[in-house]
Protein backbone atom coordinates (compact mmCIF):
# COMPACT_ATOMS: atom_id res chain seq x y z
CA UNK A 1 0.00 0.00 0.00
CA UNK A 2 1.47 3.73 -1.24
CA UNK A 3 0.60 6.11 1.58
CA UNK A 4 -1.26 8.81 0.08
CA UNK A 5 -0.33 12.25 -0.27
CA UNK A 6 -2.73 13.71 2.29
CA UNK A 7 -1.58 11.63 4.43
CA UNK A 8 2.05 12.14 4.12
CA UNK A 9 1.18 15.93 4.52
CA UNK A 10 -0.72 15.31 7.92
CA UNK A 11 2.84 13.43 9.13
CA UNK A 12 4.49 15.98 8.18
CA UNK A 13 2.44 18.97 9.64
CA UNK A 14 1.94 16.78 13.01
CA UNK A 15 5.97 16.56 13.23
CA UNK A 16 6.59 20.26 12.62
CA UNK A 17 4.28 20.69 15.40
CA UNK A 18 5.97 18.80 17.96
CA UNK A 19 8.27 21.05 19.08
CA UNK A 20 5.42 23.63 20.36
CA UNK A 21 4.61 20.51 22.58
CA UNK A 22 7.43 20.87 24.90
CA UNK A 23 7.10 22.56 28.18
CA UNK A 24 8.32 25.53 28.72
CA UNK A 25 10.59 26.11 31.50
CA UNK A 26 9.61 28.91 33.57
CA UNK A 27 13.14 29.83 34.42
CA UNK A 28 15.41 29.13 37.39
CA UNK A 29 13.65 27.32 40.62
CA UNK A 30 14.56 28.74 44.07
CA UNK A 31 15.72 26.28 46.65
CA UNK A 32 14.35 24.37 49.53
CA UNK A 33 15.12 25.37 52.24
CA UNK A 34 14.61 23.44 55.69
CA UNK A 35 13.64 26.30 58.39
CA UNK A 36 14.70 25.76 61.63
CA UNK A 37 17.30 23.31 60.53
CA UNK A 38 19.33 25.05 57.46
CA UNK A 39 21.69 27.28 57.99
CA UNK A 40 23.26 30.38 56.51
CA UNK A 41 26.21 30.49 54.44
CA UNK A 42 27.45 33.66 55.28
CA UNK A 43 27.30 33.54 59.11
CA UNK A 44 26.33 30.05 60.08
CA UNK A 45 23.23 31.01 61.76
CA UNK A 46 19.85 28.96 61.49
CA UNK A 47 17.46 30.01 59.13
CA UNK A 48 14.13 30.24 60.51
CA UNK A 49 12.22 33.57 59.41
CA UNK A 50 11.22 32.78 55.30
CA UNK A 51 10.23 36.67 55.12
CA UNK A 52 13.84 37.17 55.36
CA UNK A 53 15.27 34.50 53.84
CA UNK A 54 17.48 34.56 50.36
CA UNK A 55 19.52 32.41 48.07
CA UNK A 56 21.35 32.47 45.18
CA UNK A 57 21.68 30.14 42.43
CA UNK A 58 25.43 30.36 41.41
CA UNK A 59 26.03 29.38 37.30
CA UNK A 60 27.58 26.21 38.67
CA UNK A 61 24.50 24.72 39.75
CA UNK A 62 24.99 25.53 43.57
CA UNK A 63 22.56 27.44 45.65
CA UNK A 64 23.55 29.54 48.67
CA UNK A 65 21.59 30.25 51.27
CA UNK A 66 21.14 33.57 53.40
CA UNK A 67 19.01 34.20 56.67
CA UNK A 68 18.93 37.87 55.69
CA UNK A 69 18.68 39.94 52.13
CA UNK A 70 21.15 42.31 53.20
CA UNK A 71 23.39 39.33 54.24
CA UNK A 72 23.21 38.07 50.60
CA UNK A 73 24.42 41.24 49.17
CA UNK A 74 27.61 42.05 51.33
CA UNK A 75 28.45 37.76 50.91
CA UNK A 76 28.29 38.34 47.06
CA UNK A 77 30.20 41.30 47.66
CA UNK A 78 32.83 39.82 49.58
CA UNK A 79 32.61 36.71 46.52
CA UNK A 80 32.75 37.66 43.75
CA UNK A 81 34.22 35.00 42.09
CA UNK A 82 30.57 33.15 43.26
CA UNK A 83 29.28 33.88 39.87
CA UNK A 84 24.74 34.40 40.41
CA UNK A 85 22.55 33.19 37.74
CA UNK A 86 19.75 34.22 40.00
CA UNK A 87 19.15 35.64 43.11
CA UNK A 88 15.79 34.59 44.90
CA UNK A 89 14.11 36.81 47.87
CA UNK A 90 10.74 36.31 49.45
CA UNK A 91 7.58 38.67 49.51
CA UNK A 92 7.57 40.00 53.17
CA UNK A 93 3.44 39.66 53.15
CA UNK A 94 3.31 36.45 51.38
CA UNK A 95 6.34 34.75 51.99
CA UNK A 96 6.53 33.36 48.63
CA UNK A 97 9.75 33.13 46.83
CA UNK A 98 10.29 35.73 43.83
CA UNK A 99 13.34 36.82 41.43
CA UNK A 100 15.54 39.04 43.28
CA UNK A 101 15.74 40.22 39.10
CA UNK A 102 12.14 41.38 39.34
CA UNK A 103 11.77 42.87 42.55
CA UNK A 104 11.50 46.03 44.38
CA UNK A 105 13.51 46.17 47.69
CA UNK A 106 12.58 48.56 50.69
CA UNK A 107 15.39 49.77 53.23
CA UNK A 108 14.57 51.12 56.53
CA UNK A 109 16.55 51.28 60.02
CA UNK A 110 13.11 50.68 61.26
CA UNK A 111 12.96 47.36 59.91
CA UNK A 112 14.11 44.62 61.98
CA UNK A 113 15.93 41.95 60.59
CA UNK A 114 17.92 38.94 61.24
CA UNK A 115 21.07 40.60 60.90
CA UNK A 116 20.07 43.80 61.11
CA UNK A 117 20.07 44.94 57.82
CA UNK A 118 16.83 46.60 57.37
CA UNK A 119 16.13 45.40 53.98
CA UNK A 120 12.49 43.64 52.75
CA UNK A 121 11.29 42.50 49.34
CA UNK A 122 8.40 42.76 47.59
CA UNK A 123 7.04 41.43 44.50
CA UNK A 124 4.34 44.19 44.15
CA UNK A 125 5.60 47.76 43.80
CA UNK A 126 2.12 49.69 45.24
CA UNK A 127 3.03 47.38 48.53
CA UNK A 128 6.84 48.29 48.29
CA UNK A 129 5.48 51.68 48.50
CA UNK A 130 2.94 51.37 51.24
CA UNK A 131 5.88 49.73 53.55
CA UNK A 132 8.03 52.07 52.58
CA UNK A 133 5.85 55.10 53.56
CA UNK A 134 4.86 53.46 57.00
CA UNK A 135 8.73 52.68 57.90
CA UNK A 136 10.11 56.17 56.41
CA UNK A 137 11.60 53.49 54.37
CA UNK A 138 13.74 53.91 50.44
CA UNK A 139 13.03 51.77 47.37
CA UNK A 140 15.48 50.08 45.82
CA UNK A 141 16.08 47.60 42.57
CA UNK A 142 18.30 44.97 43.23
CA UNK A 143 20.88 46.60 41.42
CA UNK A 144 20.55 49.94 42.98
CA UNK A 145 19.68 47.80 46.64
CA UNK A 146 23.55 45.79 46.00
CA UNK A 147 25.26 48.86 45.00
CA UNK A 148 24.12 50.01 48.54
CA UNK A 149 25.19 47.58 50.95
CA UNK A 150 28.80 47.56 52.52
CA UNK A 151 30.99 45.29 52.58
CA UNK A 152 30.77 43.04 55.63
CA UNK A 153 33.36 40.75 57.02
CA UNK A 154 32.31 37.47 59.10
CA UNK A 155 34.98 35.51 61.62
Known sequence: ????????LIVCLLLAALPACKPKTAGPLP???DYGQD???ACGMVIDQPRFAAATLLVNGEYLKFDDV???????????EAQVAAWFVHDYLSE????????KFVKSPTIQTPMAGGIVAFADQAQ???????????LFTLDEMRAQVHMVEHP
Not at 96 to 103: A, D, M, Q, S, V
Open 31 to 33: PQI
Open 128 to 138: AEAFAAERNGK
Open 70 to 80: GEMLAYHMNHP
Open 96 to 103: EWILGETT
Open 1 to 8: MIPSLKNI
Open 39 to 41: TCD
